[in-house]
C-alpha cells in the first residue's frame, strides 16, 4: 500500500519564499492540477480519432495526451495506460493493492474553491476503470486529503457554510464503497493522512501529529507529537509518510530548513532525528534501509541511511531541472524532473519520470518516459507507477487544461 501527497506547501510558504527572493518558484508551489470532463479506461494512442470540436466526445484529446504521444519511452519500456481523463480538481491521488483513488471537481465549477461547487472522491479498480468506477463521496467544499489501507478509504472533508464539518471532518468507507460501514470524526481538519491496517494518521492544522484506530475514533484521538511549521487548509504535504513500523516527516523551522525525522508506531522510543540541514525539503520517499528526499531549489535528489546521517548527506542521482514527487518500491526509486520553469503555473511544462536503483545512479538515471505535462501527484505498487498531469485552469488557456491519470508498467 502506497500513500502519496501533492507537492507543495503552504500558500504562506510560498508568500514567504517570495518575500525572501525565490517569486518564480514560489508561484508554483501555490498550483493546482485541473481538467474537465469523466473519462476513463482507454490507452494510448486513443482510437478512433476523436471529434475535438466535441466537449463530451470520450477520447476528445487533451494537452496531456498530445503530451504522452510526442513523448519518447526507452527501449523495453511499456505505453502508459490512461485511467482517467480530465479530472479537475486538487490532485489527491493513491492506490491501495486493488484500486486507485482521486479527489475531483465538477466540470462547471470552474471556481469551486471559491464557490460551492461540486468535489468528488472516485475510485476504480486498477485493471478495469471504466467498468468499477465509485463515487465514494460529493461534497460542497473541498475534498481531500486521502489515504488507503487495502480495506477501507480515508479522507478530510470540510464544508463551506458551517454545519459539522465546517472545521473538517475526517471520514472512512469500506473500499467497496460508502453505501455501509461509514465513520465520521468531526473537528479534525487534517493537511496530510496515511494509513496502515490498524490505524490512520494524520497531519493536523493545528499543529499536531494524531492518529486513532482505523475502524474509528473512539473518545479523543492519540497525540503523536507536535509540529513547526503552520498549515494552510487544503495545502497536502509530501513530506510525511508511514511504512511498516515507522511514521517518518519533515519539520522544518521558520527558516526554511528541515530535519527529517521518525517516531516508532510503537512509541517505545522517542522521536529522533535522521537528517539535518536540509534546504526545505519538497518530497520524502523511504524505503527499509534508507531515506531519499528533494529540496527546494536543488537539482540533486538526496539520500541517507535510516540510522541517521546528520548534515552529511549523500547525493542519490542529479539531474539539471526541478526534481521532485519521490516514489520507491521494491528497490527502485521514481521521481520526475523537468526544467526549471516547471514551478510556472502559467504554462504547461513537459517532465520526465526517471528511475533509479536504491543504490543511487549519480548523473545517470534512467527515463520511465517523457514529456509528461506537469505532473502533481505519483504511486507505486509492485507492478506500475501512477502520476497525474495538469496545470491550473485558472491561470492559462482551457485547451491546456487537463487532469488526466495515467500508469505505465515497471
Known amino acids: ?22 517569486a518564480a518558484l514560489a508561484g508554483a508551489l501555490m498550483s493546482a492540477c485541473s481538467g474537465d470532463v469523466l473519462n476513463v479506461g482507454h490507452d494510448v494512442p486513443p482510437d478512433p480519432p476523436p471529434d475535438p470540436q466535441d466537449p463530451q466526445d470520450p477520447l476528445r484529446p ?10 519518447e519511452s526507452p527501449a523495453g519500456s511499456g505505453i502508459p495506460t490512461v485511467v482517467a481523463t480530465q479530472q479537475p480538481g486538487t490532485p ?65 472533508l470540510r464544508t463551506p457554510n458551517g ?21 465520521q470524526t468531526e473537528n479534525i481538519a487534517a493537511a496530510s493522512l496515511a494509513a496502515d491496517e490498524s490505524h490512520v494518521y494524520w497531519l493536523s492544522h493545528d499543529l499536531t501529529l494524531q492518529r486513532c484506530p482505523a475502524d474509528g475514533c473512539r473518545g479523543l484521538p492519540e497525540l503523536l507529537a507536535l509540529l513547526e511549521l503552520p498549515l494552510d487548509y487544503g495545502r497536502p504535504l509530501p513530506t510525511f509518510m508511514i511504512d511498516a513500523t515507522s511514521i517518518l516527516w519533515a519539520r522544518t523551522g521558520s527558516d526554511f530548513r528541515s530535519r527529517i525525522v521518525e517516531l516508532e508506531k510503537s512509541r517505545a522510543n522517542p522521536i529522533r532525528d535522521i537528517a539535518g540541514g536540509i534546504a526545505y525539503a519538497m518530497s520524502l520517499a523511504a524505503d527499509a534501509s534508507r531515506i531519499y528526499w528533494t529540496e527546494l ?11 541517521g546521517c546528520g548534515m552529511a548527506h549523500e547525493a542519490f542521482a542529479s539531474v539539471p531541472g526541478f526534481s521532485t514527487l519521490l516514489a520507491v518500491r521494491g528497490g527502485r526509486v521514481y521521481w520526475f524532473s523537468g526544467p526549471s520553469q516547471w514551478y510556472r ?54 485547451d491546456y487544461s487537463d487532469g488526466t491519470l495515467l500508469r505505465i508498467k515497471r
Not at 454545519?163 to 465513520?183: F, I, N, V
Open 163 to 183: 454545519g459539522p464539518c465546517r472545521e473538517g471532518c475526517l471520514r472512512s468507507c469500506p473500499a467497496e464503497g460508502c453505501e455501509s460501514g461509514s465513520t
Open 92 to 156: 489527491h491521488l493513491v492506490v491501495d493493492d486493488r484500486r486507485i483513488y482521486w479527489t475531483t471537481h465538477g466540470p462547471t465549477s470552474l471556481d469551486a474553491m471559491f464557490d460551492n461547487g461540486q468535489f468528488f472522491l472516485r475510485g476504480c479498480a486498477k485493471d478495469d476503470c471504466r467498468g468499477t468506477l465509485v463515487t465514494y463521496a460529493t461534497s460542497a467544499g473541498p475534498i481531500g486529503p486521502i489515504a488507503a489501507n487495502g480495506t477501507r478509504l480515508f479522507f478530510s
Open 345 to 398: 503555473h502559467d504554462m504547461p511544462v513537459l517532465t520526465d519520470l526517471l528511475e533509479c536503483p536504491s543504490s543511487g545512479c549519480g548523473a545517470s538515471p534512467k527515463r520511465v518516459i517523457a514529456a509528461q505535462t506537469t505532473p502533481c501527484a505519483i504511486a507505486v505498487d509492485d507492478t506500475h507507477v501512477y502520476w497525474r498531469t495538469g496545470i491550473d485552469r485558472h491561470f492559462v488557456n482551457w
Open 1 to 22: 500500500m502506497t500513500t502519496t501527497f501533492r507537492t507543495e506547501p503552504p500558500n504562506r510558504v510560498g508568500r514567504a519564499l517570495q518575500a525572501l527572493g525565490i
Open 297 to 307: 531549489a536543488g537539482e540533486v535528489v538526496k539520500s541517507c541511511p535510516r540510522t
Open 62 to 71: 487533451s494537452y496531456a495526451t498530445r503530451a504522452v504521444l510526442a513523448g
